[in-house]
């Protein structure tokens, strides 16, 4: 029989365990990004449709997969073959070839789209035979030119990222639309006129955009940005170009490929190449490094899906080089052992996108996870 003092030590010891099961839940949901769900997918892509080229863009908006690269011919499993000039659109849901249709003249590099419109940027002069200099706005069902939309830059546009009422657009162009303004620019996304009051006027190229709130995250090979020291990763207001984010100065060594944000803004990630062939990620406020991992050649895509970062590099990993595409936990920094497909060839992934019904990754390769796909894979969730 147990006494009163024993009754009372056994009550607080329960509370006590309670109290720290409450912040133990607390901890494990705040360290997810607001809106994440765990997902997770097969290493082994689906068996679908591929091209004869380099996939260097993905994107997927709705039930519909858009490809942009350096390919004259898209394939289906059963060896069926059908011309698709550096442009294609596939079905998520079924995996079969859409009608759309909007050959370039030289590849596409960058695809952004909301459902009724697809902007596409590359080094591309031409576009259905339209003539449309490295970026184009195209029908999203029929890949018909947009007459309206006529921008013009003067070289490769590498990344493109759409606001609630805007268009950003980053690249290696020293020129946007006659407007003096180099390598990123903020326009119309109906007409392309050129918002001349955002003038970043960053040094070098830009390689990578993602929005977050009034943030853009920015991306690339430049060490200077609206006037101010900031190397390959910054984030500037997207309204008047300002640099922003208080003390968010994180250490970059590298030119960054790719960039992505949590759906809360708290965290930024960023895949770096050159002497940091890293994929990294940092609180968004104060710069601080949360976690990090090394490749063996330079990280060339990443993206935040499920709670998760997929990254794609060159070369291999840990002296796997068997390897070109991970993922990490967002909230705990490790690798997920049970996704590490395969692929054979060097260059590895390019470009990656995902949702909860697939992820998609596209680059150099032949074969993943054993299955014959060229350029682009795609992988169906786990479970």
């Known amino acids: 029989m147990r006494t009163r003092h024993g009754r009372r030590k056994l009550e607080q010891q329960l509370a006590a365990a309670i109290i720290g099961l409450a912040l133990i839940a607390v901890l494990v949901f705040t360290a997810l990004p607001a809106g994440a769900a765990a997902i997770s997918f097969t ?8 091209t004869n080229g380099t996939v260097y863009a993905t994107r997927i908006v709705g039930n519909t997969l ?5 390919f004259t011919q898209v394939r289906s499993a059963s060896g069926q073959v059908e011309p698709r000039a550096n442009l294609a659109a596939l079905s998520l849901d079924t995996g079969t070839l859409l009608p759309f249709r909007a050959n370039t003249d030289t590849p596409v590099r960058a695809i952004e789209g909301d459902g009724t419109t697809v902007w596409v940027g590359g080094s591309f002069s031409r576009v259905n035979g339209t003539y449309r200099r ?61 918002d001349t009051g955002f003038a970043p006027r960053p040094n070098a190229t830009v390689r990578a955009l993602a929005l977050s709130g009034d943030r853009l995250i920015v991306g690339g090979d ?9 190397s390959y990763v910054t984030a500037v207001s997207a309204t008047d170009a300002s640099v922003v984010g208080g003390d968010f100065t994180p250490t970059a060594i590298g030119k960054a490929f790719s960039v992505d944000v ?35 050649g330079d990280v060339q895509a990443i993206r935040l899906v499920g709670g998760k970062v997929y990254f794609g590099f060159h070369e291999g990993f840990g002296d796997d080089t068997t390897v070109r595409l991970l993922a990490v936990d967002t909230a ?15 260059w590895g992934v390019w470009t990656i996108d995902g949702t909860a019904d697939a992820l998609v990754a596209g680059g150099v390769f032949t074969t993943v996870g054993g299955v014959p796909t060229r350029g682009v894979a795609s992988f169906a969730p786990a479970g």
């Open 262 to 296: 949590s759906p809360d803004g708290s965290v930024v990630y960023a895949g770096l190449g050159g002497a940091g062939n890293r994929v990294i990620a940092w609180n968004a406020q104060t710069g601080a490094r949360l976690w990090r991992h090394v490749a063996m």
């Open 222 to 230: 430049f060490t200077s940005i609206s006037g101010t020291a900031r």
């Open 43 to 50: 290493p082994t892509p689906r068996d679908g449709w591929d």
């Open 332 to 346: 705990t920094g490790t690798l997920d052992p049970s996704f590490r497909p395969t692929m054979d060839s060097f």
């Open 66 to 70: 858009y490809l942009g690269g350096s």
């Open 134 to 194: 490295r970026i184009a706005a195209l029908d999203a069902t029929t890949g018909q030119v947009s007459p309206r939309y006529n921008v013009g830059v003067s070289s490769t546009v590498y990344a493109i990222e759409k606001g609630p009422s805007a268009l950003y657009l980053g690249g290696g162009f020293g020129n946007a639309g006659n407007s003096g303004l180099p390598y990123l620019v903020k326009v119309d996304p109906a007409t392309g006129a050129i």
